[in-house]
C-alpha cells in the first residue's frame, strides 16, 4: 500500500517541528515532505528578505505539490506557513497557532495585514491545531469556529526524557533551555543568579540555545563575576538535553509571551523544578508554589528570592517533581498524543477524497 503523504510547511530545524513529523511518521506512517523559508528572521533587513521571499513562496509551494501530489497540507504559525497553506489548493489543511496568539509582537506595523491573514488561514483551514488552552482565548475572542479546533499538545518522548535524578543536590544546579534571543529575558536570569552570588550561594548555571544575545549575555556574566558558574553550551541536539536536564534540579524560563512549551514539559518530566515566567501560557501548567514558582516579568529581585524559597524548601521541591512527571505521564506523553493526532488526518483525508 502506498504511503500517505503530507507537505509540511515551516521550520524543519525546530524542535517541535521535529517532534511533529516525526510522530507523523512513526504513528501514521506518513510520508512527509517539506518546504520553509530560506531567509533567516534575525533583524531588519533580513526581515524584509524574508518578506520578499514571502511574496514568491507561492509559486515554489505549488511546484512541490504538482510533483509530490501530497494528500495533506500542515503548517505552522497561522500568519505566515499556515496562510501558504490556505492558498495552496490542498485539502485537507491543518494549522497550527504556535503562540498563546501568533498576532506578534502587538506593536508591530504589520499588525492589520497579520490580522486579515490570519482569518483567512482560519477559514480555509480544515483542522486548527490548539497546543494547549492558553491558545484558545485568542481564537475565540476572533470568531474561529472552535469545532474545527483540536486542544492536544504534541506532547513529548518519555522514554528519552526520564525522571533520573543524577543531579548533586546540595546546591542549585539550574538550566535555561530557551533561545537567545529578546523576548526569553536571559538578562532577567543572569541578573538574579549575580544577587545569589552576592550572597554567598553556591550554584552551577547551563544555558543551552544559540541566538542574537549571545555576545551580550557573555559579556553580562562577566559584568556580574559569574562567569565561572556559567556554561553557555550553544545549540545542542535533541538527544544530548535530556542528560543535562538530569542533571539539573532548577529550570528556569523568563519570556515575556508564551504559548504551549514543550521546554516546560521535557523540564517538567526530567526531576527539574520549574520557575517561570508569571504569564497565562505558563499558569495553565504551574501554580505558585505548589508545583513550581511563577514570577513577575522581568523581576529579578523575585527571581531571586523566589529561586532561595525553594532551594531551601527541598521536601516541597522533591513532592513537586513527583507530581510533576505523573501529570506530564498523564497529559503530555508524545506517543498517546501523536497517535490521535495522526489518526485524525488520516479521517481528514478519507473523508476528504470521499467528498
Not at 242 to 252: D, E
Request: charged fraction near 25%.
Amino acid at each position: 500500500m502506498t504511503k500517505r503523504k503530507i507537505l509540511f510547511l515551516g521550520e524543519t530545524y525546530r524542535a517541535d517541528a521535529i517532534t511533529w513529523m516525526n510522530g507523523l511518521r512513526e504513528f501514521g506512517d506518513f510520508e512527509i515532505i517539506t518546504w520553509e523559508l530560506k531567509t533567516p528572521n534575525h533583524n531588519y533587513w533580513s526581515r524584509l528578505l524574508r518578506i520578499l521571499e514571502f511574496s514568491t513562496a507561492l509559486f515554489q509551494i505549488k511546484k512541490i505539490i504538482k510533483l509530490h501530489q501530497p494528500d495533506m497540507v500542515i503548517a505552522e504559525r497561522t500568519t505566515s506557513y499556515g496562510f501558504l497553506a490556505a492558498l495552496s489548493g490542498v485539502r485537507p489543511i491543518a494549522i497550527a497557532q504556535q503562540g498563546r496568539t501568533d498576532l506578534w509582537p502587538e506593536k508591530s506595523i504589520l499588525l492589520p495585514l497579520k490580522k486579515i491573514i490570519q482569518n483567512y488561514a482560519f477559514k480555509k483551514a480544515t483542522l486548527i491545531h490548539a497546543w494547549g488552552s492558553v491558545m484558545t482565548i485568542s481564537m475565540k475572542a476572533v470568531g474561529v469556529d472552535m469545532r474545527k479546533v483540536l486542544v492536544l499538545p504534541k506532547g513529548i518522548d518519555l522514554t528519552k526524557f526520564e525522571n533520573k535524578n543524577t543531579v548533586d543536590n546540595s546546591r542549585i544546579n539550574a538550566i535555561v533551555t530557551r533561545s537567545l534571543m529578546p523576548d526569553y529575558r536571559h538578562e532577567i536570569i543572569l541578573k538574579a543568579f549575580g544577587i545569589l552570588n552576592q550572597r554567598g550561594i553556591d550554584f552551577s548555571l547551563t544555558i543551552v540555545g544559540d541566538g542574537t544575545r549571545l555576545a551580550f549575555l557573555k559579556e553580562l556574566s562577566k559584568e556580574l563575576n559569574i562567569e565561572n558558574q556559567v556554561n553557555f553550551k550553544g545549540r545542542i541536539s535533541n538527544t544530548q538535553l535530556p542528560k543535562l536536564l538530569q542533571q539539573s534540579n532548577f529550570y528556569i524560563s523568563m519570556p515575556i509571551t508564551e504559548g504551549v512549551s514543550a521546554s516546560l514539559f521535557e523540564a517538567m518530566a526530567s526531576n527539574c523544578y520549574p520557575v517561570v515566567t508569571h504569564i497565562s501560557g505558563n499558569k495553565s501548567w504551574i501554580k505558585h508554589r505548589e508545583n513550581g514558582q511563577l514570577i513577575a516579568v522581568d523581576d529579578y529581585k523575585m527571581l531571586a528570592e523566589e529561586l532561595i524559597w525553594a532551594f531551601e524548601n527541598s521536601k516541597y521541591r522533591n513532592n513537586a517533581v513527583l507530581e510533576n512527571r505523573k501529570f506530564i505521564e498523564k497529559n503530555a506523553d508524545y506517543k498517546t498524543n501523536m497517535k490521535i493526532i495522526a489518526a485524525k488526518y488520516h479521517e481528514l483525508i478519507n473523508t476528504s477524497k470521499t467528498n
